[in-house]
């Protein structure tokens, strides 16, 4: 069925497919929609009344358009070529990664789901970059096999996050690039309560912790699509790991919050393109089990609420 569906639309001039993909983006919003509630509130709550119904209606319709988009482009990328990257990606920063890797010791690349975040490494694993990314698998079985094809075709190398910390070491060390996506919600034995939109959420700290045992430098990287065409703008920039602290269990946490900003500030900039659709804020809804900073502690809604220490 994916292979049928990729073949039907690479038949397809790119501007008919995006048109179709936001056919399916109306049929979504309106008829089936999956996933609207969830966005609404989660934009209600980030905005705290900053938003009215029909801002957060025009965010929430963005969004769907952003994904449904992404989904016609996944389904065409079985032809895409180094030339459509050259042509679409208008790339800045791309020598802060070159520079990286001239240390040898791999790179780190701080991603997260704004924008078009598949594209963004399937076009540059295209132009040659050794591309490793770690991802959760998806659980229908068609679309995971066709998925995990499409990446490998492009030069994209899928790590699971499921006993991936040597897997992500000797990447590292082989010189390649590793990128961590970090703004969807950690399991607690994976993640660190930070503040995010001013609502506690648990968050990866991998990015410092991996830089902190193996010395690779680490950049952050965002592609914003241009309107509703096939244009995207990617931006990267270093970004040094700091010590203030000196203590690992400290620094990790500095530093994971100055990331977490960082990508709060990408989605402020141009919110309908980030996946407003998933439950971010589950620590938020239910802190109880959670370790809470103390700075942190007075976002907790439940102020009876007994936490931990």
């Known amino acids: ?103 040898g010791k791999g790179c780190i690349v701080v991603a997260s789901h704004v924008g078009s975040i598949d594209l963004m490494g399937y076009s540059q694993a295209i132009l040659g970059y050794p591309m490793h990314v770690v991802v959760k698998d998806i659980h229908w079985k068609p679309a995971q096999d066709f998925i995990r094809a499409l990446r490998e075709r492009t030069g994209v190398t899928l790590i699971s996050p499921r006993k991936s910390g040597d897997v992500i070491r000797q990447t590292l060390a082989d010189n390649k690039i590793v990128a961590l996506i970090i703004d969807q919600h950690a399991n607690r034995y994976r993640g660190i309560v930070c503040e995010f939109f001013g609502m506690l959420a648990s968050v990866t700290p991998a990015p410092a912790r991996f830089h902190f045992d193996t010395g690779a430098p680490a950049v952050t990287a965002v592609m914003y699509r241009r309107g509703n065409t096939s244009h995207f703008d990617m931006t990267v920039e270093p970004f040094e790991m700091e010590r203030p602290h000196g203590e690992l269990d400290l620094d990790i946490r500095h530093n994971t919050e100055r990331l977490t900003a960082i990508i709060e500030g990408w989605i402020r900039k141009d919110p309908g393109q980030w996946l407003w659709l998933h439950k971010r804020w589950k620590v938020h809804e239910n802190p109880e089990g959670w370790e809470i900073p103390e700075k942190l502690r007075h976002l907790v809604r439940d102020a009876d609420l007994q936490l931990p220490g």
């Open 1 to 103: 069925m994916m292979l049928l569906l990729s073949r039907l639309f690479c038949a397809m001039p790119a501007g008919l497919a995006i048109a179709v993909g936001r056919f399916f983006a109306w049929f979504w919003y309106w008829i089936l929609p999956v996933g609207r509630a969830v966005a609404d509130r989660n934009l209600r709550d980030a905005y705290r009344g900053d938003l009215n119904r029909s801002q957060r209606r025009w965010i929430v319709r963005r969004c769907i358009d952003i994904q449904a988009i992404g989904a016609v482009e996944l389904l065409r990328a079985v032809e895409y070529t180094r030339e459509q990257s050259l042509q679409y990606v208008h790339q800045t920063g791309m020598e802060h990664i070159d520079r990286a890797l001239e240390q």
